[in-house]
T-cell receptor, first 117, second 112 residues
Framework: EAQVTQNPRYLITVTGKKLTVTCSQN?????MSWYRQDPGLGLRQIYY???????DKGDVPEGYKVSRKEKRNFPLILESPSPNQTSLYFC????????????????FGPGTRLTVL | GENVEQHPSTLSVQEGDSAVIKCTYS??????FPWYKQELGKRPQLIID?????GEKKDQRIAVTLNKTAKHFSLHITETQPEDSAVYFC???????????FGAGTQVVVTP
């Protein structure tokens, strides 16, 4: 089954304790992104990756790191989490190819609800 | 960069009525405009999209219109049903792959 997976789905942590949220896709998509969703603000892009070892900042990258060592994985790293990073996080991937299907349809993971105390 | 504004933030409709959500974008280079639906506790999923060379697109009860001159696009849902209750996000993109700028979302509530 084609899918994007994220782990963990729920996480409660404390300020300053490093954490990693994993994201994996099995669709051989080149492009992957991380978003955070906050009430009234919609989905805001944190980082994106166009291919292995190619990443760039989105709209709200402060306090986050990413890496893309393999095509299928795109982990999100919070080196020193703070309470303002409490949010719902989504990973997404897209193929970037044209044709009959939407060429940049984002396939979202199930989300990770993070609480930083 | 691109800025997308979405209105209204909440929309209550009676079952069977129509719902319209409007979005405006700032960058005339944007050429792809998808709409995502997010049901409670679920992930966003694409429901319809339109590219800049098309003015209107329909898929059963949903339709999207695009006015490039005015830089706005709209989602129309006809004959609304309770299962249409969700948060709807518009987005705009000028890339060929997936750097989307999302609107803030519209909570649609369809009452029986």
């Amino acid at each position: 089954e084609a899918q994007v997976t994220q782990n963990p789905r729920y996480l409660i942590t404390v300020t300053g304790k490093k954490l990693t949220v994993t994201c994996s896709q099995n669709m051989n998509h080149e492009y992957m992104s991380w978003y955070r969703q906050d009430p009234g603000l919609g989905l805001r892009q944190i980082y994106y990756s166009m291919n292995v070892e190619v990443t760039d900042k989105g709209d709200v990258p402060e306090g986050y790191k990413v890496s893309r060592k393999e095509k299928r994985n795109f982990p999100l790293i919070l080196e020193s989490p703070s309470p303002n990073q409490t949010s719902l996080y989504f990973c997404a991937s897209s193929s970037g190819t044209s044709g009959t299907k939407p060429y940049n349809e984002q396939f979202f993971g199930p989300g990770t609800r993070l609480t930083v105390l | 960069g691109e800025n997308v504004e979405q209105h209204p933030s909440t929309l209550s409709v009676q079952e069977g009525d129509s719902a319209v959500i409007k979005c405006t974008y700032s960058d005339s280079a944007s050429n792809y405009f998808p709409w995502y639906k997010q049901e409670l506790g679920k992930r966003p999923q694409l429901i319809i999209d339109i590219r800049s060379n098309v003015g209107e697109k329909k898929d059963q009860r949903i339709a999207v219109t695009l006015n490039k001159t005015a830089k706005h696009f709209s989602l129309h849902i006809t004959e609304t049903q309770p299962e249409d209750s969700a948060v709807y996000f518009c987005a705009a993109s000028m890339d060929s792959w997936g750097k989307l700028q999302f609107g803030a979302g519209t909570q649609v509530v369809v009452t029986p």
